[in-house]
């Protein structure tokens, strides 16, 4: 499984991004990290394959929306009301499964196999 994140930038406090990541299959559950440097990797949101179910970290309920596009194979993550405390490089993430209406999704990182390269967003005060 091949991903492409793209879509990070600078941003001020209160503004909004939206970031995307393109698969190469469609058959997985997706997800979106983050990590700042000496911090370890944070759960940001999760949506399954058949993208009905979805969940999201703490920090960021309320704010921050994930989303999928099946027929372009493309996973989102809309941030809004984004604070200085989002800074950080953002990571997507595949887990293979064995249906296009798997209802799983994952909140660890050690339960996804695929990563794509980080795309960094900070958000300015």
């Known amino acids: 499984v091949q991903l492409q994140a793209s879509g990070g930038g600078l941003v001020q406090a209160g503004g909004s991004l939206r970031l995307s990541c393109e698969t190469s299959?469609?058959?997985?559950?997706m997800g979106w990290f983050r990590q700042t440097p000496g911090m370890e990797r944070e759960f940001v949101a999760a949506?399954?394959?058949?993208?009905?179910?979805?969940s999201y970290g703490d920090s960021v309920k309320g704010r921050f929306t994930i989303s999928r596009d099946n027929a372009k194979n493309t996973v989102y993550l809309q941030m809004d009301s984004l604070k200085p405390s989002d800074t950080a490089v953002y990571s997507c993430?595949?887990?293979?499964?064995?249906?296009?209406?798997?209802?799983?999704?994952?909140?660890?990182?050690?339960?996804?196999?695929?990563w794509g390269q980080g795309t960094l967003v900070t958000v300015s005060s």
């Open positions: 993430a595949a887990r293979l499964v064995g249906s296009f209406r798997d209802s799983s999704y994952y909140v660890a990182p050690n339960q996804y196999k695929y």
């Open positions: 299959n469609r058959k997985t559950a």
């Open positions: 949506v399954s394959a058949s993208a009905v179910h979805t």
